[in-house]
């Protein structure tokens, strides 16, 4: 099966279909305009995107009487980081920011990706973290930069 649009989203309305199938991206994947992958259901896909923007997640890229395949992000390996105070916070964010690891922040907790070298940086720091898995709905950003 092969697809070069996407149809719309199930993320900015409710496009309900009683046979959903997902093709799981990793979220650096989102980017690429050619892939091709297996559904969660087994169904083989082709995307041949011309000149669209990167994919998001709850993009409909094929949908029939039958079937409906969207695109979700594969779940992550990820340390969920949890500052008890504005010092934690700050320390913290200043010693991943030193290392250019991409983080989402958010009023509760601080998201980075997997990378067993940040554990003794938690540790250090001394703030409480846990070690789990997400998906996400848009991408890590990098930030370039010059020294």
């Not at 980017?31 to 297996?38: D, Q, T, V």
Request: glycine residues 6%; hydrophobic residues 35%; proline residues 3%.
């Amino acid at each position: 099966m092969l697809t070069k649009v996407v149809l719309g989203s199930i993320e900015e309305r409710d496009v309900p279909h009683y046979n959903r199938e997902f093709i799981e991206l990793d979220w650096d994947e989102l980017n690429k305009r050619i892939l091709r992958k297996r559904t969660d259901k087994g169904t083989d896909i082709a995307v041949s995107l011309d000149k669209e923007g990167p994919l998001k997640v709850g993009d409909i890229l094929y949908q029939d009487e039958n079937v409906q395949i969207v695109v979700r992000t594969k779940k992550e390996k990820v340390y969920v980081i949890y500052p008890n105070s504005m010092v934690e916070m700050g320390k913290v964010a200043f010693e991943l920011g030193n290392r250019h690891t991409p983080c989402l922040i958010s009023v509760e907790e601080i998201v980075v990706r997997y990378d067993e070298t940040l554990v003794r940086l938690f540790e250090e720091v001394g703030v409480k973290y846990e070690q789990t898995e997400r998906r996400f709905k848009q991408p890590f950003k990098y930030r370039g930069h010059k020294h």
